[in-house]
């Protein structure tokens, strides 16, 4: 189909399309992976989330800021050799990266890769996931997007740093909530979350996160929406948050300077329905990058 062309309306995916700043504020890297436990073409998602962008604009009223204004780049899409895990390659190529990070994913098996991308030590590192789940499953079918969490426990880091907000009910085992609530990590239900607001939860763990300077990683695993607005998320449940929620949430993830990068996962277009999923991820990311740029406003 061919776009309709008007050059007062500006599409967000040739933005970032012709993104090519040499010293950007934002980088953009796609992640085509897929370990999941749920069979699934994650690995479509970054071309599927880029093509979504082009049915958004540049300009967001509410906060009177234009993407055209952002120093971004758009670096394409990770390459690797190494298919049984990847990690230590992805991590390498991250580590290069300028600017505020975005990981298009793939499953959330990149979230650790991710983290590590970001090249400080962990005990450094503040971890903040928006997920319907505690992604601490065992390593008895080794590492998949099940376990990303309790590995990154076991390379070292700390609980105390990992807080995760909507995990939702029938959506985890008792035997892994004790698990994660021994690690000492902070796991919050969608039901208290939403009695408190989630971008007051996101914005009370960033405030907390850079008091302690810590460099905040943010998983935004997109089955955290309600099943109804992300049918192309294999976890995605009845019970989740708005894409409005979701949306706020990501704008002030992208305007605290403790951000340093911020993935957007678990999305499969061979299931998805009316581009519902790889929407809401876009906008999600256009949310994002312009908390970015409003870092450049305060």
Known sequence: M?????????????????????????TVVGVPFQRSISPGRADLAPAAIRDALLKYSTYHPDHHLDLRDLAALDAGDIAWTNDDDPSKEIAFAL??????????????????????????PLEQVGLLTLDAHLDVRNFDAGLHNGNPIRALMDDGLPGENVVQLGLLPFANSREYWEYARGQGITSVTANTVREQGLAGCVQRTLDDFAARGL???????????????????????????????????????GRCTAVRAMDLVEIDPNTDQNGLSCLAAARFFLEFATGVLARGEA
């Open 95 to 120: 580590r290069k990266a300028a600017g505020t990070l975005v990981l298009l994913g793939g499953d959330n098996f990149i979230t650790r890769p991710g983290v590590h991308g970001l090249g400080v």
């Open 215 to 253: 460099t905040v990683y943010v998983n935004l695993d997109v089955d955290v929406l309600d099943r109804a607005f992300s049918p192309g998320t294999p976890g995605a449940r009845p019970g989740g948050f708005t894409p409005d929620e979701v949306a706020a949430a990501a704008f002030a993830c």
């Open 2 to 26: 061919t776009l309709h062309r008007d050059a007062e309306w500006p599409r967000a995916g040739e933005w970032l399309a012709s993104a090519s700043a040499t010293n950007p504020a934002l």
